[in-house]
Structure formats: structure tokens, C-alpha cells
């Protein structure tokens, strides 16, 4: 059964290059307790609508839901971070309720003016020039740094890097911005291994050490898994 990872990323906006040792991260755990069944633009002045979150998946096997995986991994993760100086500003710390929509999202990271915007899912899909093409390159190098390490965490295959323009949360933001998709929550192997604690901690710690190494920090610093 094969096991799958991709790694979504579209950078926006970004500051000078470099170590960034007071820097913020912004960190969205994909999907909420609800879907979200309204539209809004699919990007900034776009008279193409998508509707605001579909709700996301759940596991085949451990009927586990997407939001809630995403929050738990989302929450190791700032732990770790935080441990590290950083400082996390979360889009959401519980599934409770009705999802806030892309956009609402990405000016969360706008606002924290986030050093990088973490996206964090686990079903399937990246990015391409459109409203964000200027800093494109950026973009693929935060990619495969975070595709690094996370990969090296789990012992996952080299899927590569997938591109995409029709995502709202990236093309509405103007910060640094990644979508990792942590894998398929539909196939049975890789939904057991999701739904473990120590699979979401491997994951917490390759996102970690990620985000540090493209921030320029020490990704030693996030331990191993």
C-alpha cells in the first residue's frame, strides 16, 4: 500500500532573507467542526467564487475527522515552536464550530504580518504564478526545505511538489504561505498511522524543523521524532 505526502507552498509578500530570530508563524489547522457552504472571491478582485471550506475528510479506518487531526498535530506543533522562541499565533484551537473561510484566514497571517503562514492538512494538493508570481522562487524554496524535513520525520517516499493557483488562502495572503498535506486520510494504511499520537508527533516535529531551517534557525533545536 503505498504512502503518500505532498506539500503545498506559495509564498507572498516575504521580508529580506536571512535568519529571523523574533519571527512570527501563523499556524492554520485545516477545516473546522463545519463546512462552510457560503462563496467569496478566489482571489483579490477575481469574479470567480469557490465556496469557503468544504469541510475537509475523514479516516476510511479510524472515522477520525480531518479538523481534528489537523488540530492535533497544529498543537504539538506550537508547542515546539514556542520552545524555540518562536512566537505562534493560531487561526483556530478548537473544533467547535462553523469554518471562518480562506480569506478570513489569510488575513490572520496578514495581520500577525507572519513570517510564514502553515497551513496544515491531510488529504491531498500547491501553487502557481497568479496573483502571487513575483516571489514564485521564494515560494518552491520554502516548499522543499519544509518537504525536507517533514519527509526525513516520516520516512515517507518523495512525492515531489505539486502546483496550484486556485487556492483562496494563498492568493488572498501577503506573507509567506505553505499547504502541507500530512497524507490520505482515505487510505486505509496511512489513516492508522495518522491517527496515532506518535505518528502526529513525527509529523509535528518535521513540520518543526522545517519551518525553523527556512526561517534560518537551528532545526536542531525542534529535537527528533
Request: aromatic share 4%; charged share 20%.
Given at each position: 500500500m503505498r504512502v503518500a505526502l505532498a506539500v503545498?507552498?506559495?509564498?507572498l509578500v516575504v521580508p529580506a532573507?536571512?535568519?529571523k530570530q523574533g519571527a512570527t508563524v501563523v499556524i492554520d489547522p485545516?477545516?473546522?467542526?463545519?463546512?462552510?457552504?457560503?462563496?467569496?472571491?478566489i482571489g483579490p478582485g477575481s469574479s470567480t467564487m469557490k465556496i469557503?471550506?468544504?469541510?475537509?475528510?475523514?479516516?476510511?479506518v479510524?472515522?477520525?475527522?480531518e479538523a481534528d487531526l489537523n488540530l492535533r498535530v497544529a498543537l504539538r506543533l506550537r508547542m515546539l515552536l514556542e520552545t524555540t522562541g518562536i512566537r505562534v499565533v493560531m487561526t483556530?484551537?478548537?473544533?467547535?464550530?462553523t469554518s471562518i473561510g480562506n480569506i478570513a484566514r489569510a488575513r490572520i497571517a496578514n495581520r500577525e504580518g507572519a513570517a510564514l503562514f502553515l497551513r496544515i492538512h491531510a488529504c491531498a494538493f500547491p501553487v502557481r504564478n497568479g496573483w502571487t508570481g513575483d516571489i514564485y522562487g521564494e515560494s518552491r524554496r520554502a516548499a522543499r526545505i519544509v518537504q525536507r524535513e517533514l519527509r526525513a520525520s516520516l520516512g515517507f517516499p518523495d512525492r515531489g511538489l505539486q502546483e496550484r493557483s486556485d487556492y483562496t488562502g494563498f492568493n488572498w495572503a501577503n506573507v509567506p504561505v505553505i499547504l502541507v498535506e500530512m497524507g490520505f486520510m482515505t487510505n486505509p494504511t496511512e489513516d492508522r498511522l495518522?491517527?496515532?499520537?506518535?505518528?502526529?508527533?513525527?509529523?509535528?516535529?518535521g513540520l518543526c524543523r522545517g519551518t525553523l531551517a527556512?526561517?534560518?534557525?537551528?532545526?536542531?533545536?525542534?529535537?527528533?521524532s
Open positions: 503545498l507552498a506559495l509564498l532573507a536571512g535568519a485545516g477545516h473546522d467542526l463545519r463546512a462552510n457552504s457560503a462563496t467569496e472571491p469557503k471550506d468544504g469541510g475537509g475528510t475523514h479516516g476510511v479510524s472515522g477520525v475527522r483556530r484551537t478548537r473544533t467547535a464550530g495518522l491517527a496515532t499520537p506518535a505518528y502526529q508527533q513525527r509529523a509535528a516535529v527556512f526561517l534560518g534557525r537551528d532545526a536542531a533545536d525542534c529535537g527528533r
